[in-house]
T-cell receptor, first 111, second 114 residues
Framework: EDKVVQSPLSLVVHEGDTVTLNCSYEVTNFRSLLWYKQEKKAPTFLFMLTSSGIEKKSGRLSSILDKKELFSILNITATQTGDSAVYLCAVGLEYGNKLVFGAGTILRVKS | EAGVAQSPRYKIIEKRQSVAFWCNPISGHATLYWYQQILGQGPKLLIQFQNNGVVDDSQLPKDRFSAERLKGVDSTLKIQPAKLEDSAVYLC????????????FGPGTRLLVL
């Protein structure tokens, strides 16, 4: 059975801290790994990674994939209260573009 | 560019009643997905359409759930009869086609079954 596990389940940090969110996976027919941010509405797309070892960056957020060890991390530097959300990791499978999601990491940034 | 539209945003029903959700994907997107997200869990795919054909409905509880996308654009998801465990957020997403991994999500419909 395809499985995506995220850790930690939740964390609370102060503004300005740096956080690292983890995502490990065991799937057949891996094609890509995606990160989404979910506030009280639709998950919004952050990154898609397909190649091992290549970092993707967008402002204070960055992510990297290790296809050998089957995990990805999402880093957020200089956190702000607006970063408070659930961060979802999903693995895209080779056939049919199915996404398998993890349960998410709840991040709360205190001012 | 308009995003994925869903309605209603919230629905409260009693068990054994029926309910329907509507989704309009991003214009031009051939692939449409319905997900169920139970509180504290990640979204789980219920059904995937490519135009008006079903690509994957392996996790759709077909005894009570049905979905259609008759003209290959908007879609409806129906539950009949509803059970307490159907309480969840129902998310609709779309992508250009099944080969394009990035899926764009709508705001979801929050269903509470009493």
């Amino acid at each position: 059975e395809d499985k995506v596990v995220q850790s930690p389940l939740s964390l609370v940090v102060h503004e300005g801290d740096t956080v690292t969110l983890n995502c490990s996976y065991e799937v057949t027919n891996f094609r890509s790994l995606l990160w989404y941010k979910q506030e009280k509405k639709a998950p919004t797309f952050l990154f898609m990674l397909t190649s091992s070892g290549i970092e993707k960056k967008s402002g204070r957020l960055s992510s990297i994939l290790d296809k050998k060890e089957l995990f990805s991390i999402l880093n957020i530097t200089a956190t702000q209260t607006g970063d408070s959300a659930v961060y979802l990791c999903a693995v895209g499978l080779e056939y049919g573009n199915k996404l398998v999601f993890g349960a998410g990491t709840i991040l709360r940034v205190k001012s | 560019e308009a995003g994925v539209a869903q309605s209603p945003r919230y629905k409260i029903i009693e068990k054994r009643q029926s309910v329907a959700f509507w989704c309009n994907p991003i214009s031009g997107h051939a692939t449409l997905y319905w997900y169920q997200q139970i509180l504290g869990q990640g979204p789980k795919l219920l059904i995937q359409f490519q135009n008006n054909g079903v690509v994957d409905d392996s996790q759709l509880p077909k005894d009570r759930f049905s979905a259609e996308r008759l003209k290959g654009v908007d879609s409806t998801l129906k539950i009949q009869p509803a059970k307490l465990e159907d309480s969840a957020v129902y998310l609709c997403a779309s992508s250009w086609d099944y080969r394009q991994e990035t899926q764009y999500f709508g705001p979801g419909t929050r269903l509470l079954v009493l």
